[in-house]
């Protein structure tokens, strides 16, 4: 039996996200993953429009990664777009660009609908088959928060708490002050406390997805460049992520750019996602997170394919 190809594309607030994979007997192979930064909801959260310019950036990057899909004999390409996209009051401008450019018809999703993907695609690693999961990804826009166990989402909330949407809002001053991080950690606490009360986080693991955290990862290796291997199921400790945060955040953006393992174009938005990791393990009692790159994508395909329990 020949594998089939398919692709999932899921197009954050930040960056988009390709994933070509091989399915094949019951399993979901990755075959080819990129992402880039577009930054599609840039100034969403206080404008609601998205710019023309962001637009036009992300429908450029979704062309590339169609022609990267056909090129490796994907059959289905499916993309989802998610917070930036939600709020834009214009995003039927986006949405005939992408369809006009890359031939793409993009379905914008919930947040809940974004949590329960993220978790199937967490979810699609047997290596944390059946443990009690508490599952967290920081986008640009929102922070999802998924409680669940063998496939099975038991809470699920979506908050307004993504790295581009803090920063934007709170971290002004070059190097980030003491005064704005510590507004931003108290916002930040606010929106959490009473959701992750509901998760009931004792006794869970903790893992994180998304380009925060993974960037994370790659930042505590020093990676010259970015490894799946390396990244995926890396652990990192909240004392090691309040580390990285307080370094980070007296770095000036010029410096910052060039911590290894940080791509340059994250480099202004990586404080506010560290933080939100941060507020939200203190909040949980969680001394230690594991790392995933098994995200949204890997559950919108493994879905498609009927793969989940």
């Known amino acids: 039996m020949i594998a089939s190809r398919l692709a999932a594309i899921d197009i954050g607030t930040n960056t988009i996200k390709l ?5 094949e007997g019951g399993t979901l192979t990755a075959l080819h993953e990129d992402s880039q930064t577009t930054r599609l909801g840039e100034g ?4 609601k429009r998205l710019t023309p310019e962001a637009i036009e950036r992300t429908v450029v990057g979704l062309a590339s990664f169609v022609g990267k899909a056909r090129e490796m004999g994907a059959s289905k390409i499916l993309a989802v777009a998610t917070s930036g996209a939600r709020e834009g009051r214009n995003t039927a401008q986006f949405l005939a660009r992408a ?3 890359a031939g793409l018809d993009v379905e914008i999703i919930s947040g809940e609908r974004e949590a329960e993907l993220i978790f199937a695609g967490v979810s699609t690693d047997a290596a944390l088959r059946g443990q009690r999961l508490l599952v967290m990804d920081v986008g640009g826009g929102s922070a999802e928060l998924i409680a669940g166990q063998s496939g099975r989402i038991e809470r699920r909330v979506s ?9 934007e809002r709170f971290l002004h001053s070059d190097p980030v002050s003491t005064a704005e991080l510590d507004a931003l950690l108290r916002h930040g606490r606010e929106l959490l406390r009473p959701e992750l009360a509901q998760c009931s986080p004792d006794g869970r693991v903790m893992i994180g997805t998304g380009g925060t955290v993974t960037t994370a990862a790659a930042i505590d290796q020093s990676l010259a460049r970015f490894s799946i291997e390396k990244v995926n199921r890396y652990s990192l400790t909240r004392q090691r992520l309040a580390g990285m945060l307080e370094r980070l955040r007296r770095l000036p953006l010029v410096e910052r750019r060039k911590v290894p393992g940080l791509p340059p174009k994250r480099a202004d ?4 996602g560290l933080a ?13 997170l594991t790392v995933s790159t098994r995200g949204l994508r890997f559950g919108l395909l493994a879905e498609r394919c009927g793969l989940l329990a």
């Open 276 to 288: 939100i990791y941060v507020v939200a393990m203190e909040l949980a009692g969680i001394e230690r």
């Open 44 to 47: 969403v959260s206080s404008t």
């Open 19 to 23: 994933l070509v994979a091989a399915v």
């Open 269 to 272: 938005i990586i404080v506010a």
């Open 159 to 167: 908050v307004p708490a993504g790295a581009v949407r803090l920063t």
């Open 99 to 101: 369809r006009e450019m």
